[in-house]
T-cell receptor, first 114, second 115 residues
Framework: NAGVTQTPKFQVLKTGQSMTLQCAQDMNHNSMYWYRQDPGMGLRLIYY???????DKGEVPNGYNVSRLNKREFSLRLESAAPSQTSVYFC?????????????FGDGTRLSIL | AQSVTQLDSQVPVFEEAPVELRCNYS??????LFWYVQYPNQGLQLLLK??????LVESINGFEAEFNKSQTSFHLRKPSVHISDTAEYFCAVSGSTSGTYKYIFGTGTRLKVLA
């Protein structure tokens, strides 16, 4: 049981390049999330998708776009990468609707923007 | 607005000593509480959760946390830590004040166990 799978694990980009981070879950979860993790700032929500076909902005959405391709997959796109977007990105999913469900995380994508 | 506070950003402790990692949250009508652990170069993993019932919850590796409604706290404790417990620990709250639940993480506490 793979859980939440993120690709790639590492990436280096130049300023202005574009990139899509991929995330897939095999737990039949409705909700999916994208976070960024920076030192001393914990996890900050970028975008989330409560169900297939819906997406909503989180705390720090500027500079990002998302696509909920189907129930399994939720991708994050950087259209024009900036050094401030250097971070570790985590995808998470959560079970059916109930607020008492924990989130399940992938192992992260470590992204450096030069 | 819903909030979670982890006052200690770093906690150094000697091996076999006890440890407490503090977590406070803003009051909600209804709340569910979680602790996650993150080992280096990995994602977050659920350590334990409080949903209802007994206010003391335990994990399989010796951690425990107590839900204290009056103090709006959910502190994580372990009576004797091991080197392998070195990790970052995140408190999270799923809370509602008006029927809509928000899931919020604290900023994390880095536990460093010293030999």
């Amino acid at each position: 049981n793979a859980g939440v799978t993120q690709t790639p694990k590492f990436q280096v980009l130049k300023t202005g390049q574009s990139m899509t981070l991929q995330c897939a879950q095999d737990m039949n979860h409705n909700s999916m999330y994208w976070y960024r993790q920076d030192p001393g700032m914990g996890l900050r929500l970028i975008y989330y998708s409560a169900s297939e076909g819906t997406t909503d902005k989180g705390e720090v959405p500027n500079g990002y776009n998302v696509s909920r391709l189907n129930k399994r997959e939720f991708s994050l796109r950087l259209e024009s990468a900036a050094p401030s977007q250097t971070s570790v990105y985590f995808c998470a999913s959560r079970g059916q609707g109930a607020p008492n469900q924990p989130q399940h995380f992938g192992d992260g994508t470590r992204l450096s923007i030069l | 607005a819903q909030s979670v506070t982890q006052l200690d950003s770093q906690v150094p402790v000697f091996e076999e000593a006890p440890v407490e990692l503090r977590c406070n949250y803003s009051s909600s009508v209804s709340v569910y509480l979680f602790w996650y652990v993150q080992y280096p170069n990995q994602g977050l993993q659920l350590l334990l959760k409080y949903l209802s019932g007994s206010t003391l919850v335990e994990s399989i590796n010796g951690f425990e946390a107590e839900f204290n409604k009056s103090q709006t706290s959910f502190h994580l404790r372990k009576p004797s830590v091991h080197i392998s417990d070195t990790a970052e620990y995140f408190c999270a709250v799923s809370g509602s004040t008006s029927g809509t639940y928000k899931y919020i993480f604290g900023t994390g506490t880095r536990l460093k166990v010293l030999a």
